[in-house]
């Protein structure tokens, strides 16, 4: 189906994300069937051929990475999704693609684990491993959603910041965002922005793929389209060999963290509530950002001073809005499915000018709005 003007419908998140990426471009998929995530591989399956996409299903997970950093050096918006088990094995993949500045993106669903856990319960246990799964040092971008229209936006979202700034891009969503449904307007495309890949400007003679620029990021050629440049996950040149020599890995290893390091304004968002006079804060993502709203609106009607700061980009962190709120907060609370990932990162940002509670559970069920409510009447 083409989407010709706005449209209204009751949909999955896991199918506003398969519209995201079509809306964005997607034009390769491969994946390997994994819950709670299969859904945007099925529907793919029949929307990307209608439109002269490739969709493929790999024998496992590594080749599904594999496959997309492949289809995406050769000029294509590509993409795969995933689980947690799934995920970990895409974590060296992940890291070619950072080294390689290789655009992409990663759709993980995650579930209660570790190893198999509970495939059709929701959990919320993959925020360290999307920041740091994968070996040495690395920058990496990460949003979230916890609305079906979240789920198709952030997609979008996702595509236009890997094409900008040459990275692999996780979307990281939870197994009740991806399965719950809701009314959602899906925009027209007139209204949807869609950023390409920029192409460079010098023949191909001319061309280093990892060159210094005034943006910190260089444009990536197409294989076969008359470039022909060497790419390895090994340090390298700006060719693209490898290479030992000091002067040309550090350069070129600043510039990778560089990049995103100086876009965080654009790259970071979060939705904040009631947070000019909060004493308390609730910081969630994901499906739990749903109950901690009804738990504010709730705290609120009882005269508490509560505010939410709803997480949209979970990586890089959202320093900076974390700060603000500690002007008038005195308590930050922390509801998450899982031990505290988050929480302990809101702990290192407040550097003890707040007190910060959180809110776990890592069972299989989720957070409900009664639990966030107890913990605001505890403290």
Same mark, same amino acid.
């Given at each position: 189906?083409?989407?010709?003007?706005?449209?209204?419908?009751?949909?999955?998140?896991?199918?506003?994300?398969?519209?995201?990426?079509?809306?964005?471009?997607?034009?390769?998929?491969?994946?390997?069937?994994?819950?709670?995530?299969?859904?945007?591989?099925?529907?793919?399956?029949?929307?990307?051929?209608?439109?002269?996409?490739?969709?493929?299903?790999?024998?496992?997970?590594?080749?599904?990475?594999?496959?997309?950093?492949?289809?995406?050096?050769?000029?294509?918006?590509?993409?795969?999704?995933?689980?947690?088990?799934?995920?970990?094995?895409?974590?060296?993949?992940?890291?070619?693609?950072?080294?390689?500045?290789?655009?992409?993106?990663?759709?993980?669903?995650?579930?209660?684990?570790?190893?198999?856990?509970?495939?059709?319960?929701?959990?919320?246990?993959?925020?360290?491993?999307?920041?740091?799964?994968?070996?040495?040092?690395?920058?990496?971008?990460?949003?979230?959603?916890?609305?079906?229209?979240?789920?198709?936006?952030?997609?979008?979202?996702?595509?236009?910041?890997?094409?900008?700034?040459?990275?692999?891009?996780?979307?990281?969503?939870?197994?009740?965002?991806?399965?719950?449904?809701?009314?959602?307007?899906?925009?027209?495309?007139?209204?949807?922005?869609?950023?390409?890949?920029?192409?460079?400007?010098?023949?191909?003679?001319?061309?280093?793929?990892?060159?210094?620029?005034?943006?910190?990021?260089?444009?990536?050629?197409?294989?076969?389209?008359?470039?022909?440049?060497?790419?390895?996950?090994?340090?390298?040149?700006?060719?693209?060999?490898?290479?030992?020599? +000091?002067? $040309?890995?550090?350069?070129?290893?600043? *510039?990778? /963290?560089?990049?995103? !390091?100086? @876009?965080?304004?654009?790259?970071?968002?979060?939705?904040?509530?009631?947070?000019?006079?909060?004493?308390?804060?609730?910081?969630?993502?994901?499906?739990?950002?749903?109950?901690?709203?009804?738990?504010?609106?709730?705290?609120?009607?009882?005269?508490?001073?509560?505010?939410?700061?709803?997480?949209?980009?979970?990586?890089?962190?959202?320093?900076? +809005?974390? $700060?603000?709120?500690?002007?008038?907060? *005195?308590? /930050?609370?922390?509801? !998450?499915? @899982?031990?505290?990932?988050?929480?302990?990162?809101?702990?290192?940002?407040?550097?003890?000018?707040?007190?910060?509670?959180?809110?776990?559970?890592?069972?299989?069920?989720?957070?409900?709005?009664?639990?966030?409510?107890?913990?605001?009447?505890?403290?």
């Amino acid at each position: 189906m083409v989407v010709e003007a706005a449209t209204v419908r009751f949909m999955q998140g896991s199918e506003a994300v398969a519209e995201g990426a079509m809306a964005a471009g997607l034009r390769f998929y491969a994946g390997y069937p994994i819950t709670p995530s299969t859904e945007i591989a099925e529907i793919l399956s029949r929307r990307l051929p209608r439109v002269g996409g490739v969709f493929i299903q790999m024998e496992d997970e590594i080749g599904s990475l594999a496959a997309v950093i492949g289809a995406s050096i050769a000029g294509l918006k590509a993409a795969t999704a995933t689980s947690g088990p799934g995920f970990s094995l895409m974590q060296e993949n992940l890291g070619f693609a950072v080294a390689a500045e290789i655009p992409c993106v990663l759709v993980n669903v995650q579930r209660a684990g570790p190893s198999t856990g509970q495939p059709t319960a929701p959990a919320q246990g993959d925020v360290m491993q999307a920041r740091w799964g994968t070996h040495g040092d690395h920058p990496i971008v990460v949003l979230t959603a916890s609305t079906v229209r979240e789920c198709f936006d952030q997609t979008v979202r996702s595509f236009n910041l890997s094409e900008r700034y040459r990275t692999p891009v996780i979307l990281l969503l939870d197994e009740v965002v991806a399965h719950m449904r809701e009314r959602t307007v899906i925009p027209a495309p007139e209204d949807i922005y869609v950023l390409e890949r920029p192409q460079p400007a010098v023949p191909p003679e001319w061309y280093f793929p990892y060159e210094e620029t005034d943006a910190d990021v260089p444009p990536l050629a197409s294989f076969g389209e008359g470039y022909r440049y060497h790419v390895t996950g090994l340090f390298h040149d700006r060719a693209g060999y490898p290479t030992l020599r +000091q002067d $040309e890995i550090n350069p070129w290893f600043e *510039r990778l /963290f560089r990049k995103i !390091e100086l @876009n965080v304004d654009e790259i970071v968002q979060t939705q904040g509530e009631m947070l000019e006079d909060a004493r308390t804060v609730i910081v969630a993502y994901g499906s739990t950002a749903r109950a901690a709203r009804q738990a504010m609106k709730e705290a609120r009607a009882k005269g508490r001073r509560v505010g939410l700061l709803k997480l949209l980009t979970l990586w890089p962190f959202p320093e900076e +809005q974390i $700060e603000r709120a500690t002007r008038t907060a *005195r308590r /930050f609370l922390v509801p !998450e499915m @899982n031990r505290g990932q988050v929480r302990l990162e809101v702990e290192r940002v407040v550097k003890g000018r707040a007190d910060v509670v959180g809110v776990h559970r890592y069972d299989g069920t989720v957070i409900t709005p009664t639990q966030i409510l107890q913990a605001l009447e505890a403290h």
